[in-house]
């Protein structure tokens, strides 16, 4: 049998407890408290000099640190030089009748497709599916104004237009671009969450849907005419 010389037991037990000491250390500085700023090895840029959100600032004579925007500031990709792609309104100020020329060589049905999906879901809410006014969000807002069996509800509610109301029917799609754009009177605009191309595709999505409620013989094409039966 091997014999190992005890000094070397004993310095093998001192240098084993040693092995004990990081992770107790560890565990008591994660259960100690601190006012002190924690060791920090790898400083990147957590500690470069700079001012936070509504912190004072001597540099500027009015002593705020967030200075506001420069009149004219324009951010990358924001140039609104292109008011029927931007606004639906064309040079002279009319409502655009037509789809920006970006669109040019898109594929239309893929287009009405795409805007059916983001109708169905930013619109129908209170639109309803075909536009007539009659979404959830508005019928449950009717049933909360009417309040049958409760006490009186001290609240209003401005109902979803028809989209095939006699006013809204024969606006340009230029028209219904801006308003899903800002928003109309009570209703708020989506331009904050729809992208200018989603906000097109809705656009022409409700000019479809009008169409779809209001369309005569004409409208069909002549060789496709025979089979339509009177509703
Ligand atoms: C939270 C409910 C709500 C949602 C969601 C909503 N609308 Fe409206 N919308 C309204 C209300 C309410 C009105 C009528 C506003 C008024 O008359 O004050 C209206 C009016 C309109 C009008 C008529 C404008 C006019 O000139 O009279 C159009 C067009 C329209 N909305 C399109 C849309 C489209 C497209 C979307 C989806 C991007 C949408 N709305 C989403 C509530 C909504």
């Not at 005890?6 to 407890?17: D, E, K």
């Not at 967030?66 to 324009?74: D, K, L």
């Not at 009659?134 to 009186?152: E, F, K, Y």
Request: hydrophobic share 40%; net charge neutral; aromatic share 8%.
């Amino acid at each position: 049998m091997i014999s190992i010389p005890r000094p070397l037991i004993y310095i093998g037990g001192v240098l084993a407890s040693l092995l004990l000491i990081p992770p107790f250390a560890i565990g008591w500085i994660r259960e100690t408290q601190s006012t002190g700023r924690p060791v920090h090895i790898f400083w990147d840029m957590d500690m470069q000099p700079k001012f936070k959100a509504q912190a004072p600032s001597d540099l500027f004579a009015d002593t705020r640190a967030a200075r506001p925007i420069v009149p004219g500031t324009v951010a990358v990709g924001e140039a609104d030089l292109d008011p029927h792609w931007s606004e639906g309104v064309t040079a002279n100020g009319d409502w655009a009748i037509s789809l920006p020329a970006q669109f040019k060589d898109v594929d239309k049905n893929a287009l009405l497709a795409r805007g059916q999906e983001r109708f169905n879901i930013y619109c129908a809410v209170c639109h309803g599916y075909a536009g007539y006014g009659d979404g959830m969000v508005n019928r449950r807002a009717q049933a909360l104004m009417d309040n049958a069996d409760g006490p009186p509800n001290d609240t209003s509610w401005v109902p979803a237009k028809s989209l095939h109301d006699p006013t809204v029917r024969p606006q340009p799609i230029g028209q219904i671009y801006y308003t899903v754009k800002h928003g109309v009177r009570t209703m708020a605009g989506y331009g904050s969450q729809v992208p200018v191309e989603d906000r097109w595709a809705i656009a022409a999505y409700v000019k479809a849907l009008q169409l779809s409620q209001d369309a005569s013989l004409q409208d069909v094409p002549p060789d496709r005419r025979a089979g339509l039966k009177k509703p």
